[in-house]
């Protein structure tokens, strides 16, 4: 049979297992939320209905996560079953506890997004494999086979989760399974997909399910492609050509005045009858080819930039057709980065609601994205004066930035200036004397064969760190005590020379 196939019936029979479970033993106390759980509620949905138990999702802090908790919670709302979500920076152990202890005391049926494949195993110590199911896409500990009925991954059927379908697609492809209506959530696996860089290879080109995914959504018209110079599409079109062009090209670049006279000479207005500023969207079909043309040969002919740069000038848009146009989230590659500075910002909920087209939750996600800007910038100046050099790593500690944009500020580091020969692992302050650690890598050091989920869980089983590790090949992470740092850097730099020394 086929790999997609295969998950298919596997998500199938998991379709039943759930109704199965939730439709026996009824619940004492259908209101009441686990109460140390509480404050981390962002969104529920209780309904009387004819299920026995009440749904609590768990899902990843990330755009994929959030992605994945917006499908399932319309999923649900759709079948009028009740639930709740709680979004987890981590799925640590002590949060299992909690879950465990939920089960038992409110006679809950758990889902687990985007995380849980690497938790399994001590998911199956502490709960009974009838009481929670996982939609995950990470690389599981053990490749099962058959996979048990409660854990649906596509490693299990010889699909990439890094990059063939995110967590938002698995949890998709379930809710089709579900209901053919969710078909018109294919946009949002996309977001999803997007958030975690699925597409990040030469073309910008999603592969696998991704593409399939992809092409549902644009035959139901939920996404439009759009091929346009790579420049913000809603800034003022100068300010655009000035700041954010993809690669330096001299006399446009930071230069107001060669902006100017390279689009009078073109033909272009940079303001329209009203003296409002135009942006990139505001351009005529017949406009945006002209400016693309010229922005091209000016590169190419004048500057002599080389064909492989230039094609970095253009780039594919992916529309989402919800959205009014006019604003920068319309674009799935902006949605996704809105939901991630909602989720950092501890504003997840908001995040999901817009996503979701919540007109409210959009303005405020919009204005939480601005704050979450701000606070990135400061902490990668303030980590670039941390970098420690060690043989085979470089490290990153610095206290004064928060656990939950550690991750991004590690990815911006290693696609920046310097750090190209070594992996990056980032640490950051966690409570009670813990800490968290992102660890990234980029291309060249993955065509080495170096993979950093492999090399996170190994170190932390040598020290017999009790939370598992989890992560990509080009991305991992894991929670250490802090007295385990010196041990955790020298055990992450002997396995990293294993893989690439
Ligand atoms: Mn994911």
């Not at 499908?71 to 009740?82: S, V």
């Not at 043309?293 to 064909?307: F, H, R, W």
């Not at 902490?379 to 991004?408: L, P």
């Not at 060249?444 to 090949?473: T, W």
């Amino acid at each position: 049979m086929i790999p997609l196939n295969e998950l298919l019936n596997a998500m199938q029979k998991a379709k039943d297992f759930l109704f199965a479970q939730i439709e026996k033993g009824a619940s004492k106390n259908q209101d009441e939320i686990a109460p140390n759980l509480q404050k981390k509620v962002s969104l529920q949905h209780f309904d009387s209905s004819r299920f026995q138990k009440n749904i609590h999702i768990y899902s990843h802090l990330d755009a994929d996560g959030l992605s994945a908790a917006a499908i399932m919670a319309k999923m649900f709302t759709r079948e009028n079953i009740g639930f709740q979500i709680t979004i987890l920076n981590q799925l640590e152990s002590q949060y299992i506890a909690t879950i465990a202890e939920e089960i038992s005391k409110y006679n809950r049926f758990i889902v687990l997004t985007d995380f849980g494949s690497g938790q399994y195993e001590i998911l199956k110590e502490k709960l009974k494999t009838t009481d929670f199911l996982i939609l995950d896409h990470h690389k599981p500990e053990k490749i099962d086979n058959p996979p048990e009925i409660n854990h649906i991954n596509p490693y299990f059927y010889d699909i990439r989760g890094e990059d063939e379908i995110s967590g938002a697609g698995i949890c998709y492809l379930f809710s089709k399974i579900m209901n053919e209506k969710n078909q018109d959530l294919a946009a949002l696996a996309i977001v999803g997909a997007i958030g975690d860089m699925q597409n990040n290879n030469d073309k910008s080109e999603f592969k696998g399910i991704n593409q399939k995914i992809l092409q549902e959504a644009m035959n139901d018209r939920k996404i439009i492609l759009e091929k346009n110079i790579a420049i913000s599409r809603t800034r003022p079109l100068i300010q655009s050509l000035i700041y954010s062009l993809p690669l330096e090209i001299e006399g446009l670049s930071g230069s107001y005045d060669g902006v100017v006279q390279f689009l009078n000479r073109i033909n272009i207005q940079a303001t329209d009858e009203l003296n409002h500023s135009r942006t990139l969207i505001d351009l005529s079909e017949m406009e945006k080819k002209t400016l693309t043309n010229a922005l091209i040969q000016y590169a190419l002919v004048e500057k002599g930039i080389s064909t492989d740069d230039i094609k970095k000038l253009v780039t594919t848009f992916y529309i989402l057709t919800d959205f009014d146009p006019k604003i920068s989230v319309s674009d799935a590659r902006e949605m996704s980065s809105l939901l991630n500075a909602c989720g950092r910002r501890g504003k997840q909920g908001v995040g999901i609601a817009a996503l979701l087209g919540n007109a409210e939750a959009l303005t405020d996600a919009m204005s939480e994205k601005k704050d979450y800007k701000k606070e990135l910038s400061r902490a990668i100046q303030s980590a670039k004066k941390q970098i420690r050099e060690y043989e085979y790593i470089r490290t990153v500690y610095d206290n004064t930035i928060d656990e939950r944009i550690i991750g991004t500020i590690c990815s911006i580091l290693i696609h920046s200036d310097l750090q190209h020969d070594k992996p990056l692992i980032a640490f950051a302050d966690s409570d009670n004397h813990f800490l968290k650690v992102s660890s990234r890598a980029n291309r060249e050091l993955l065509d080495k064969g170096l993979d950093l989920g492999i090399v996170m869980r190994k170190a932390c089983q040598q020290l017999k760190i009790q939370n598992p590790a989890g992560g990509h090949p080009p991305a991992a992470g894991a929670k250490i005590k802090t007295a385990h740092l010196k041990d955790f850097i020298e055990k992450v730099n002997e396995f990293v020379k294993e893989q690439i020394g």
